[in-house]
């Protein structure tokens, strides 16, 4: 690969070559007119669906998962953890072993960096455990970890776990002797409780601000507990639908830039007409504005049809981040929290050759993509 356009986290003009890996990264002495914007591929640590395909199903084909990666490179993202929620055990182990084999067999299957086990160990309680079904959770277990794993071909990276259990920061320190990113969420857990499972070894906060109660006391309280902690990053749905402009500028200034990190927990409606459609045995619905709810109840929401590049803007728009801040949110900081190598440090030599061209509208803060590289190979071409 070879393309040339503004870097904007280092501000200048640049050329990139690459195959596999980037090569070189030179300024330009005299840049050409007319450059567009580069960055590295986005990178989304949540993505349970997209394009009409549940990644959480067993029987979600090979030629759908390719599809649905075909539309995920148009928004720029070039690895993801596709995500599994809660569900019985086959039917969560037949996913995971779906995911691996797409991962295994399919021509762009290593975009599916690792996979994101999201419950069936969290909060059982309404509110917290958000749309996850009720009958299908329980307490944390590493013998089913090891059963997920097995089924993953070793490729789970991140698991998100509800500190409240008493199994939590044995089940923790599991996860993390074993290479895995330890993450907190849908939880209804004290103060101790969460710092058990920090000192354990957890390190995120999943979708901090969701997956929680509608009412909560003003203080102390589990939100105020992870925005407190240093020791934990953030991951944020910024689709001005999960969280509000007050309280994404809060989580900003808390986490600093640095530790708090964009996903999209996008589902398998994205990029699809609004209507009724299941994820697993949940019955939701897609509504013409962008929101997704359990069928019947549009005060509970059931994950997002958010895409990265629109996300970007987003940050920009609600948090009044330049595009330089935007960009390390969806590249770096997801790489480094989700301990993904070879994609830490932005736009240098020695790093995966993933890259993005895109144009930038500075009146209404939004990016368009109009090319990708995976591994220096153009996915996907305006």
Not at 316 to 345: D, F, Y
């Amino acid at each position: 690969m070879k393309c040339s356009g503004i870097d904007p986290i280092r501000a200048a003009a640049v050329e990139v070559t690459g195959d596999g890996i980037l090569q070189s990264v030179e300024e330009f002495v005299r840049p050409p007119e007319g450059l567009n914007y580069l960055t590295p591929g986005f990178v989304d640590l949540q993505v349970n669906g997209f394009a009409g395909v549940d990644y959480c199903s067993p029987t979600a084909s090979m030629e759908e998962i390719d599809r649905s990666l075909d539309r995920i490179f148009s928004t720029g993202t070039t690895r993801l953890f596709p995500t599994v929620i809660t569900g019985g055990r086959e039917d969560m182990l037949g996913a995971i072993r779906n995911l691996a084999k797409a991962r295994r067999t399919l021509k762009h299957g290593r975009a599916l960096e690792g996979f994101h086990i999201e419950g069936p160990h969290i909060s059982p309680h309404e509110g917290p455990r958000g749309a996850h079904p009720v009958g299908q959770v329980r307490p944390p277990d590493t013998g089913e970890f090891e059963r997920w794993q097995d089924a993953a071909e070793g490729h789970i990276r991140l698991v998100t776990v509800s500190p409240e259990w008493p199994e939590a920061p044995r089940y923790v320190e599991h996860l993390v002797s074993h290479g895995v990113v330890a993450s907190i969420g849908h939880l209804d857990a004290t103060h101790e409780q969460i710092d058990a499972a920090v000192r354990a070894g957890a390190t995120i906060s999943t979708h901090l601000g969701n997956g929680s109660h509608g009412l909560l006391k003003r203080h102390p309280n589990y939100l105020w507990d992870q925005l407190a902690d240093d020791r934990l990053a953030a991951t944020l749905i910024v689709d001005g639908i999960h969280l509000d402009a007050s309280f994404l500028k809060v989580a900003l200034r808390s986490k600093g830039l640095e530790r708090a990190v964009l996903i999209t927990d996008a589902v398998m409606p994205t990029l699809c007409p609004p209507g009724p459609y299941m994820l697993g045995e949940v019955e939701v619905e897609l509504h013409p504005e962008g929101k997704v709810t359990l069928r019947g109840d549009v005060n509970r929401l059931a994950g997002s049809v958010l895409r990265m590049d629109v996300g970007v803007g987003n940050l920009m728009r609600l948090c009044g981040l330049s595009l330089a801040e935007a960009l390390t949110l969806a590249t770096r900081n997801p790489a480094r929290v989700g301990r993904i190598p070879l994609r830490q440090r932005g736009l240098q030599p020695g790093e995966r050759a993933d890259v993005v061209e895109f144009t930038f509208d500075k009146a209404a803060k939004s990016i368009t993509v109009l090319r990708t590289w995976l591994d220096g190979e153009l996915v996907y071409s305006a």
